[in-house]
């Protein structure tokens, strides 16, 4: 296939990132635009507000990026990332009772989002054929409702340009105006979909103890929707740090303030993580952060869609970030964006985004899966089909905190290894039906020191 020409990508995180790493091999050239000045190295930027809280790479998005940019593994755990062995080192505190810590299944590396950021953004700018112009706002694109054209610029600071294109990405994030173009040209707007828990976080670092040691690298303290509307984690992340993250759903958040952080914390539903932090050295402030909906706009069944128009990541489908798939959809959804470029006319945007729908499916299963059963209304009666449903997640879950096999195959459809459906298999239903003949883990599954 001729090449592309030129590609604008509009947003330089995760998602316009790997997209301009897809298609840099199948495109003349390729310009990201990026409102931000960008930092030099791993430090906080303005457009990425939620990356001082909790963020993980799945082992799919870890392979993922691997695939499109060959050594960033190495990389980021050459910048300090930490290697992490699931379930082995995680004391997980499930609705359904404590994990049992089976032999390690997967490893994945943990750090900060601007770690993994920056080792993704060093790698993709030192692509030949992509350029990065930074403090360049897109505020509009030229066209028509059957054709985009190019993008309209504003440099900070500067004059308006217009910038011709053969292909543009809106990579955008939950913030992009790209659809309010599209439904300015009489196309109109595409069926959006949204589930909110109202959920809410609040996050801060902590220094990892001198001396500190136990066996347990992880901690994951699960609400529980008939007891508890909170929950929380503790991750160690590059630098010898903790980072914190705790969370609320119905607006019922986390404080920022240090005393109601803590005391929030005290209040989960294990003290294990109050009393890991309490006499650890604290690092900055807490922050919080509030837009965690699910929002997903249903662009594959537009009726018409305009030629050389791609919408990705956020600006497309956002997922509650507690649930952690977003690094990782963005790099499977990035790759599926590359073979498409290597076997497609990439002007066709429609048949991109068609055949994109069943991983956002996907994607979109497992987040609002579980924020549903926040939103439940007292008064309106559950429908049987309903009440089974959740009957057969509770079994579900109860099974992968005692089955190592039903664990396995519940962690590769977390993290995005296999599909929802491989829960079904029916070696697994087995499994998960015998084991609801043994009991649920009441206790730790770690010595807790004597105070």
Known sequence: MAPIGHTVVIG??????????????????????????????????????????????????????????????????????????????????????????????????????????????????????????????????????????????????????DLAADLVVDAGG??????????????????????????????????????????????????????????????????????????????????????????????????????????????????????MANERHHVEEMERWPAGLLVLGDALCALNPVYAQGMSAAALTAVALGEWAAEAAPADAAAFHRRLAPDLDRFWQVAVGADTAYLADPGTPVTEEARQAAEQGDRLLHAAMVDPVVNRTFFDVMMLVAPPDALADPDIVDRVERAGRTPANASAPFERPAL
């Open 174 to 291: 939950r913030s992009s105006r790209v659809l309010d173009w599209v439904a300015s040209t009489g196309l109109g707007r595409p069926k959006s979909t949204v589930v909110d828990s109202r959920a809410g976080y609040a996050s801060r670092y902590y220094r990892v103890p001198e001396g500190f040691s136990d066996d347990w690298r992880i901690i994951s303290l699960g609400n529980h929707p008939s007891q508890t509307l909170h929950g929380g984690a503790l991750v160690p992340i590059e630098d010898g740090l903790w980072h914190v993250s705790l969370f609320g759903y119905l607006d019922d958040h986390p404080p920022t303030d240090e005393a109601g952080f803590l005391e929030f914390a005290r209040g989960l539903r294990d003290p294990v993580l109050y009393e890991t932090i309490r006499g650890a050295e604290p690092l900055g402030p807490v922050r919080g952060f509030r837009h």
């Open 12 to 161: 330089s995180g995760l998602a316009g990132l790997t997209a301009a790493a897809a298609l840099a091999p199948h495109a003349e050239r390729v310009t990201l635009l990026e409102r931000d000045r960008l930092p030099d190295g791993a430090l906080f930027r303005p457009g990425v507000p939620q990356s001082r809280h909790l963020h993980s790479l799945m082992c799919s998005g870890q392979e993922a990026l691997e695939r499109l940019l060959p050594g960033f593994g190495a990389d980021l755990r050459a910048a300090g990332a930490v290697e992490l062995r699931a379930p082995w080192d995680h004391l997980w505190l499930s609705a359904a009772g404590w994990c049992t810590r089976f032999a390690p299944t997967h490893v994945v590396p943990s750090a900060s989002r601007e770690l993994i950021e920056s080792v993704v953004r060093s790698k993709v700018t030192a692509l030949g054929a992509v350029r990065v112009r930074e403090g360049a706002e897109a505020v509009g694109l030229l066209g028509d409702h059957a054709a985009v054209r190019g993008v309209r610029v504003r440099q900070r600071g500067g004059a308006t340009e």
